[in-house]
Nanobody, 123 residues
Framework: QVQLVESGGGLVQAGDSLRLSCTAS????????MGWFRQVPGKERVFVAV???????NYLESVKGRFTISRDIAKNTVYLQMSSLKLEDTAVYYC?????????????????WGQGTQVTVSS
């Protein structure tokens, strides 16, 4: 069993930066792909970024150039550095892990999920 805990969310102004962290505990594998998703009330959970077990990275088009996903395998932690935040980035952000190295953008492909951390961007 893998447990994921997100942190780093908060209230920021448009244009600000924020870094989210997700730390895994329990049974973990260094080759797991790790992803970030976000969800707004009444909407489906959508893909934001993923880093594969081999370090390959993909992003949602609307966050390219603004968000950076990274991982520290030794710390069992994945990060999402967000810059130039926009109002539309407001959501609950979730980290997720899948028991495989390949990166996918569908929530259904992921086996483990964190509890979510709120990011609110105001003008």
């Amino acid at each position: 069993q893998v447990q994921l805990v997100e942190s780093g969310g908060g209230l920021v102004q448009a244009g600000d930066s924020l870094r989210l962290s997700c730390t895994a505990s329990g049974r973990t594998f260094s080759r797991y792909a790790m992803g970030w998703f976000r969800q707004v009330p009444g909407k489906e959970r959508v893909f934001v970024a993923v880093i594969s077990g081999s370090g390959i990275i993909n992003y949602l088009e609307s966050v390219k150039g603004r968000f950076t996903i990274s991982r520290d395998i030794a710390k069992n932690t994945v990060y999402l550095q967000m810059s130039s935040l926009k109002l539309e980035d407001t959501a609950v952000y979730y980290c997720a892990a899948r028991s495989g190295a390949w990166a996918y953008d569908s929530p259904s492909e992921y086996d483990y999920w964190g509890q979510g951390t709120q990011v609110t961007v105001s003008s």
